[in-house]
């Protein structure tokens, strides 16, 4: 019954800037980090970012300097700033929730939302 709901891609020129949302439901977000993957067409699932509980942040290689991976423990949301985006950023964005509390073992996955860097 867990959900995990993405929203706000789109199309965007090269270097401009999207801000994702991931709204979760029926699930007690406080015990879980999450995160942020995507996948481009005929490529691999790669980790964008990842965020504690507490607040603590990950990211994938080349990540850091133009993506920003936050969450609001009161709204159930994360969300993914994404800045100077480039046409390599073009991908289906999905949100990942993992269990923090021991005897926990399963993850869930968004449907994800797909971004076009393209002028």
């Known amino acids: 019954q867990v959900q995990l709901v993405e929203s706000g891609g789109g199309l965007v020129q090269p270097g401009g800037s999207l801000r994702l949302s991931c709204a979760a439901s029926?699930?007690?977000?406080?015990?879980?980090?999450m995160g942020w993957y995507r996948q481009a067409a005929e490529k691999q699932r790669e980790f964008v970012a990842r965020i504690t509980v507490s607040g603590t942040a990950t990211y994938g290689d080349s990540m850091r300097d133009h993506f920003a991976i936050s969450r609001d423990n009161a709204k159930n949301t994360v969300y993914l700033q994404m800045n100077t985006l480039k046409p390599e950023d073009t991908a289906v964005y999905y949100c990942?929730?993992?269990?923090?509390?021991?005897?926990?073992?399963?993850?869930?996955w968004g449907q994800g939302t797909q971004v076009t860097v393209s002028s």
């Open positions: 029926r699930i007690s977000f406080s015990d879980y980090t």
């Open positions: 990942h929730a993992t269990p923090t509390v021991v005897g926990w073992t399963r993850q869930y």
